[in-house]
């Protein structure tokens, strides 16, 4: 940036992005000092290099304030655990899918586990049967992401919400936090880039923890 730039000539861009040309270095400096910007390479591997004329404290500011909402914006995926019996109760069974209703309207997916006791292992169609009721009463908010599958005592299904479903969960979750009074907000970078950024945490992949949050 600026007098650490050792190539002869560059080529410049203007802070509009206009092409200005070849032209020495000196030439550039001046043409920056005169608009009191900086020079700075944007591509140094090319021959000539290229410079553009920005201001780099101004750059580095919004590029840290975009990198911090990206972060606030991302939601973790977690897969929640739901396990009923293939003979559940009615009253059992509308509870636990309300339960269901309510993670994938969440945004998370959810891992839903059949089990099997005793003489039950020999009537595994009991347990996709239920599965297969599940699946068709949540279709308006989640689909099957992977289909029933019998795991040694049990049969096991994950169901995923809806990318749109998903969508509103993030907007309600980043409605609810609202942006923070830049005044107020310690965390906020300052204008030369150095202050860190505190208090976030960066989202986890797609399979995040599984959480069982459906009791026995």
Known sequence: MNEQIRAREVRLVGPEGEQVGIVPLERALQLAADVDLDLVEVAPMARPPVCKLMDFGKFKYESALKAREARRN??????????????????????KKG???????????????????????SRPEL???????????????GY???????????????????RAVKA?????????????DRTGDESAPSADGENP????TAAAGETGPTADTSGQ
């Open 74 to 95: 991302q939601q973790q995926t977690v897969i929640k655990e739901m396990k009923l019996r293939p003979k559940i109760d009615p009253h059992d069974y509308e509870t």
């Open 99 to 121: 339960h269901v209703v309510r993670f994938l309207k969440a945004g998370d997916k959810v891992k839903v586990t059949i089990m099997f006791r005793g003489r039950e292992q």
């Open 127 to 141: 347990g996709y049967r239920l599965l297969r009721r599940l699946e068709s009463e949540i279709t308006d908010l």
């Open 144 to 162: 099957v992401e992977a289909a029933p599958k019998q795991d040694g005592r049990n049969m096991i299904m994950v169901l995923a919400p809806h």
């Open 168 to 180: 509103s969960a993030v907007a309600a979750t980043a409605s609810r936090t609202g942006p923070r």
């Open 197 to 200: 950024v505190v208090g976030e």
